[in-house]
């Protein structure tokens, strides 16, 4: 796909956010502030934001302070803007994917996620699909988002993807975005 085609998977869940404005995530890769600490800030496992132990409820609040997340070289997470970072937990991942879109078959399939605060994702090699194992053994998957941050794939969209699994050079994978997403050896399969 060239650059300036547009990928039709993104662009039907693009469609189902309606005449939601579309700006792309501040630069935040290229501010350098100070880091003033941590705060009293959370996302749950299930996406839920919190700050003094209390939900977030504005979605637009929510949004905006998704869209200044970076994920720094030493593993934390942090809110930034161009005059302050500062710190904040993330008990899973900064996100949930919640919906998917999907077309076409094999090495020609495009998958699309849609996250909790309305980033769209193809799936590809920049944007790869990750699996692991929780505790009692379940399969967890998670999408790549930006800058290091994933969103974890809903359980419902979980049972859709492996659904679209295939065994490729002795691993249950599936294709999509020009790359094979491995989900696990098949011995283990």
Known sequence: MTPTESDPT?????AALGDLPRRGPPPVEQWNPPYCGPIDMRIAADGTWFHDGAPIRRPALVKLF????????DGRVVLVTPVESVGITVEDA???AVEMAVEGEGEGRRIALR???DDLV???ADHALRFEQDEAGGLRPYVHV???L???VTRALTYDLVALAEERDGWLGLAAGGAFHRIAPLSEA
């Open 66 to 73: 998704a869209s200044i997340l970076r994920r720094e070289p």
């Open 10 to 14: 993104i662009d039907r869940l693009s």
């Open 94 to 96: 900064a996100f949930v």
């Open 146 to 148: 930006r800058r290091g």
């Open 115 to 117: 996250t909790n605060v």
């Open 150 to 152: 994933w969103a974890l």
């Open 122 to 124: 193809a799936v590809d």
